[in-house]
Every structure is written in C-alpha cells, then in structure tokens.
C-alpha cells in the first residue's frame, strides 16, 4: 500500500539558516512524488515535482529535493531559508494505475516556524 | 496559467441548509478533485472526477454530492450538514490523473453552526 512519512511534525530554523524536510514512501512502482506548501487558512501551491530523470529536482522559491530510491526518500532542502518561507509543507506521492488513478497520498505535514 | 478559483471564500451554514460549493478551471484539465482539510492535517480525498464522470467515491456522506456540469466546471452541494463537517475544502484539477500534477484553489472555509 502506498504511504508517505514526514518524521517531523515541527522544525524551527533561524532566518538564513539551511533547512532539510524529510519525507520517506512506500509505494510499488515507480512513484510520482510532489512537494507542497500551504499558508494557514490557503490552498497548496505545488513548490515541485519528481517523475523520472534527474534525481535531483528544483522547485520555486529556491527550493530542491532529491529522490533517493534506495532510500524511498524525497527530502526538500532550502540553503538559506527566509521568514516567509514559514507554512505547512507536505510531501505526497501519487498513484497511476488502476482504481488507484489520481489520487495522491499526502504526509501528515511538516510546520515550519522561522526565527527571525 | 495553473489557477483554480473557488467559491465562496467563506461559508457559514446552519444543519437544515442547502448550500453549493464551486470550483472552476481553464486550463483544459479533465481530473477534478474535491478534498476535505481539517486543521493541522492533510487534505483528505472525497471525490474525483475524470472526463466529468465520477470515478473515485471516498465514502462520503450523502450529504456531499459532487457535479461536474462540464469539464471546467465543479461543484460541491451540500444538505443537512454536521458540526464536524465544518472544515476547509479544497479543489483541485490535473490534465488527466494518471500521476499528473494536482493544481489546488485556494479552499473555501466552511462552518456549520
């Protein structure tokens, strides 16, 4: 069954600082894997995207991840974070084939808080 | 242009009323999605739609019922709602499902008195 892990229910991180979110998967097949971002009381922005190729992704916002298959992880990295980049981020991995079609397996999300 | 709109933007509602929720893209995707957020948890899926027929049922209510009148638009009819269903609900829409992108709305904030 497809499910995806964020360890970390909450990061603080001081402005400028580095961050790296975790995001560990399970799914059978190749995965589509998907970073969001979500300010309170907003939709999700799509902040990037894996589906094949390159294994190293850059997003918006100066944003990357990379896909680790041996270790089912898509981490999300910043090198210097900015007090607006403080929401909800959640990793998801989506599913292609069958009854399956569409739907997308979110983490319970990350909140991140920056220290100015 | 990956916008989703949706409205209304805020809904209050008592249990007896009869209430529509909208969703609307044009940029000719024909997966449509309706999740259900709750705070501090992630969107949980309710309905997907795939060239305007519904393909996925999560199970919910019948007090939810999903339309789709064309492959832009999508609605969310709501009826004899509860306390607990009070929650954002969010759209979204990809080109066809199969592991697309997923474009969100911006939700719409939903309480029922």
């Known amino acids: 069954a497809q499910s995806v892990t964020q360890p970390d229910i909450h990061i603080t991180v001081s402005e400028g600082a580095s961050l790296e979110l975790r995001c560990n998967y399970s799914?059978?097949?190749?995965?589509?894997l998907f970073w969001y971002v979500q300010s309170p009381g907003q939709g999700l922005q799509l902040l990037l995207k894996?589906?094949?190729?390159?294994?190293l992704v850059q997003g918006i916002k100066g944003f990357e991840a990379e896909f680790k298959r041996s270790q089912s992880s898509f981490n999300l990295r910043k090198p210097s974070v900015h007090w607006s980049d403080a929401a909800e981020y959640f990793c998801?991995?989506?599913?292609?084939?069958?009854?399956?079609?569409?739907?997308?397996?979110f983490g319970r999300g990350t909140q991140l808080t920056v220290w100015p | 242009d990956t916008e989703v709109t949706q409205t209304p933007k805020h809904l209050v509602m008592g249990m007896t009323n009869k209430k529509s929720l909208k969703c609307e893209q044009h940029?000719?995707?024909?997966?449509m999605y309706w999740y259900k957020q709750k705070a501090k948890k992630p969107p949980e899926l309710m309905f997907v739609?795939?060239?305007?027929?519904?393909?996925i049922n999560e199970s919910v209510p019948s007090r939810f019922s999903p339309e789709c009148p064309n492959s832009s638009l999508l609605n969310l009819h709501l009826h004899a709602l509860q306390p607990e269903d009070s929650a954002l609900y969010l759209c979204?829409?990809?080109?066809?499902?199969?592991?697309?992108?997923?474009?969100f709305g911006p939700g719409t904030r939903l309480t029922v008195l």
């Open positions: 739609y795939s060239y305007e027929k519904l393909s």
């Open positions: 979204a829409s990809s080109r066809q499902g199969i592991g697309d992108t997923q474009y």
């Open positions: 894996y589906f094949s190729g390159d294994t």
């Open positions: 799914y059978g097949a190749t995965p589509y």
């Open positions: 998801a991995v989506g599913a292609g084939r069958g009854s399956t079609l569409g739907r997308l397996y």
């Open positions: 940029m000719g995707h024909r997966a």
